[in-house]
């Protein structure tokens, strides 16, 4: 069965600093791994997705995630974290037969001013 | 473009009484959408693939008879809740995948704050 985990909870981060959310999957196949963003009562923003090609996927507002394929990781990154950053982020990877999403259990960002 | 809205986005209903929530894809067809739950502070559960034309079919643990689901076009999938209690008091997300172009991306609504009181 393919499954991603998220590992942490919470991340707390200072603004300015770079972050890391972090998530690793396993697939049976090639991964079809996607970031999502959450905000309070809200549906899920995309922020990025990996496919195939480069490793290192760019992303809207400013977020990058890099596959990692021996590590069976799709961490996200932002290398100067805001405020408004602060948001409930998802992992998920696409079943390869049926087009379903499965989502990590979700970290909670904290950008601290 | 590919916006997918849900209507209505927040509802209070009363204990016993039916709620019907409406995903649409406003600018492309889905054959596929999908209805998710999210309980607070938790992650997203798959409740159903929706099929344009066609039953949907439920995970495990979904009770087919209490949440009603009809995919009747292209742009439309329904989601009713029948004899709601407070327990499916939830966060509803519907998602919808593309009829052409790329297989793999959904694009999901804003989601229904349902209260059941």
């Known amino acids: 069965a393919q499954s991603v985990a998220q590992p942490e909870d919470q991340v707390n981060v200072a603004e300015g600093n770079p972050l890391t959310v972090k998530c690793t999957y396993s697939?049976?196949?090639?991964?079809?791994l996607f970031w999502y963003v959450q905000y309070p009562n809200r549906g899920l923003q995309f922020l990025l997705k990996?496919?195939?090609?480069?490793?290192l996927v760019k992303g809207s507002y400013g977020f990058e995630a890099e596959f990692n394929k021996s590590q069976t990781s799709f961490h996200l990154k932002k290398p100067s974290a805001l405020v408004s950053d602060s948001a409930l982020y998802f992992c998920a990877v696409r079943d390869t037969g049926t087009y379903k999403y499965i989502f990590g259990t979700g970290t909670r960002l904290k950008v601290l001013a | 473009g590919a916006v997918v809205s849900q209507h209505p986005s927040w509802v209070i209903c009363k204990s016993g009484t039916s709620v019907k929530i409406e995903c649409r894809s406003l600018?492309?067809?889905?054959?596929?959408m999908f209805w998710y739950r999210q309980f607070p502070k938790q992650s997203l559960m798959l409740m159903a693939t929706?099929?344009?034309?066609?039953?949907?079919?439920?995970e495990q643990g979904v009770e087919k008879d209490k949440f009603l689901i009809n995919h009747a076009s292209l742009t439309l999938s329904t989601l009713t809740v029948t004899s709601a209690h407070p327990e499916d008091s939830s966060f509803y997300i519907c998602?919808?995948?593309?009829?052409?172009?790329?297989?793999?991306?959904?694009?999901f609504g804003p989601g229904t704050r349902l209260t059941v009181t």
């Open positions: 990996y496919i195939t090609g480069d490793n």
């Open positions: 697939v049976s196949g090639n991964p079809y």
């Open positions: 998602s919808a995948r593309q009829t052409s172009g790329s297989s793999y991306e959904q694009y």
């Open positions: 929706s099929n344009e034309g066609s039953k949907a079919t439920y």
């Open positions: 600018d492309f067809q889905a054959t596929t």
